[in-house]
C-alpha cells in the first residue's frame, strides 16, 4: 500500500518562498510519476507539477511554470515543491500524489496525501 505524507505548508508573504515534501513509501512501481495538485476553497482540485522517479523529467501548470520546481530524493522517497514569487492566488491545501502511469503528462493518479495548507498573504 502506497502511503504519501505531506509536509512543509504554513503561512508566508506574498514574493516568499516555501518548499513542500512528501515523503512516499510502499510499492515503487505503483508511482512512477508523483505530482503536486492544489485545491482552494470553493475551486476544483488543480494540477500543479509532476516528476518522473526514473529520470527526473517535469511537468508544470502554465501558472506555476517558472516559479515552482519540483524535485526528486530517489534515496530518500521524497519529492519536494519549492515554491518561489508566492503569489495571495496560490493560497490552497497542496496534495501529493502517485500515478502508476509512466507518462508524464498522465492526470491519473491513484494514490493522494491529507494535504498541507499554503496560506499567502498580501
Known amino acids: 500500500q502506497v502511503q504519501l505524507v505531506e509536509s512543509g505548508g504554513g503561512l508566508v508573504q506574498a514574493g516568499g518562498s516555501l518548499r513542500l515534501s512528501c515523503a512516499a513509501s510502499?510499492?515503487?512501481?505503483?508511482?512512477?510519476?508523483m505530482g503536486w495538485f492544489r485545491q482552494a476553497p470553493g475551486k476544483e482540485r488543480d494540477f500543479v507539477a509532476a516528476?518522473?522517479?526514473?529520470?527526473?523529467?517535469?511537468d508544470y501548470s502554465d501558472s506555476v511554470k517558472g516559479r515552482f520546481t519540483i524535485s526528486r530524493d530517489n534515496a530518500k522517497n521524497t519529492v519536494y515543491l519549492q515554491m518561489s514569487s508566492l503569489k495571495p492566488e496560490d493560497t490552497a491545501v497542496y496534495y501529493c500524489?502517485?500515478?502508476?502511469?509512466?507518462?508524464?503528462?498522465?492526470?491519473?493518479?491513484?494514490?493522494w496525501g491529507q494535504g498541507t495548507q499554503v496560506t499567502v498573504s498580501s
Open positions: 500524489a502517485g500515478s502508476s502511469s509512466v507518462v508524464i503528462t498522465t492526470r491519473r493518479y491513484n494514490y
Open positions: 510502499g510499492p515503487t512501481f505503483s508511482r512512477y510519476v
Open positions: 516528476i518522473r522517479w526514473s529520470d527526473g523529467t517535469t
